[in-house]
């Protein structure tokens, strides 16, 4: 159960488009469409994005969107805004009932 | 409206154990459905996947990482899930969270979280 890697940081500037990738293997993100992103804000509990690698739940813009390709899911975070600032994890379902989580990633907007 | 809300923080000596509750409101607490997942924060770190409770059925899955010192109960009567953390050291400082959800993910309601800190 080694956590998912994700790169420390990404940015883009107001309206930019950004994306954030989260790699595991064929043992949880390859084998599963179980991937889901969560947002945290400094001081917060993560907020859920994501879900079954593509999904959005109720009242996630749909600037946000998710996609996977192998053993590596991505977030996009399209038309970026000010209180897109945050850190993002990824999470994969990895059998019997596990889940695992990356080591999140830090963006910023310029 | 769903609510998770967890105890207070708590300070603890190294080698002792902490025990945190989470009592749910607003759903049908052992809905079969229904997961419920701790995670923990160490500070300024990223997000740790700890184990998962199936209220209904009280069968739990344990990370490999935390298999032997972690329990995870529930007491259905109170709508309250409790996870106990024992042989704490410095590395176990942290805030925990649980979280509602199902087998393959974490939902959005999440717990307030819990700062438990161990320090001699």
């Known amino acids: 159960q080694s956590a998912l890697t994700q790169p420390p940081s990404a940015s883009g500037s107001p309206g930019q488009s950004v994306t954030i990738s989260c790699t595991g293997t064929?043992?949880?993100?390859?084998?599963?469409?179980?991937v889901s992103w969560y947002q945290q804000h400094p001081g917060k509990a993560p907020k859920f994005m994501i879900y079954d690698v593509s999904k959005r739940p109720s009242g996630v813009p749909d600037r946000f969107s998710g996609s996977k390709s192998g053993n590596t899911a991505s977030l996009t975070v399209s038309g970026l805004q000010a209180e897109d600032e945050a850190d993002y994890y990824c999470t994969s379902y990895a059998g019997s009932n596990n889940l695992v989580f990356g080591g999140g990633t830090k963006l910023t907007v310029l | 409206q769903v609510q998770l809300v967890q105890s207070g923080a708590e300070v603890k000596k190294p080698e002792a154990s902490v025990k945190v509750s989470c009592k749910a409101s607003g759903y049908t607490f052992n809905y079969i459905s229904y997961y419920m997942h701790w995670v923990r924060q160490a500070p300024g770190q990223g997000l740790e996947w700890m184990g998962i409770?199936?209220?209904?059925?009280?069968?739990?899955t344990y990370a490999r990482k935390f298999q032997g010192r972690v329990t995870l109960t529930r007491d259905t009567s109170t709508s309250t899930v409790y996870m106990e953390l024992s042989s704490l050291t410095s590395e176990d400082t942290a805030v925990y969270y649980c979280a509602r959800g199902g087998t393959t993910m974490i939902s959005d309601y999440w717990g307030q979280g819990t700062l438990v800190t161990v320090s001699s």
């Open positions: 409770i199936h209220p209904s059925s009280g069968s739990t």
């Open positions: 064929g043992s949880d993100v390859g084998g599963y469409n179980y």
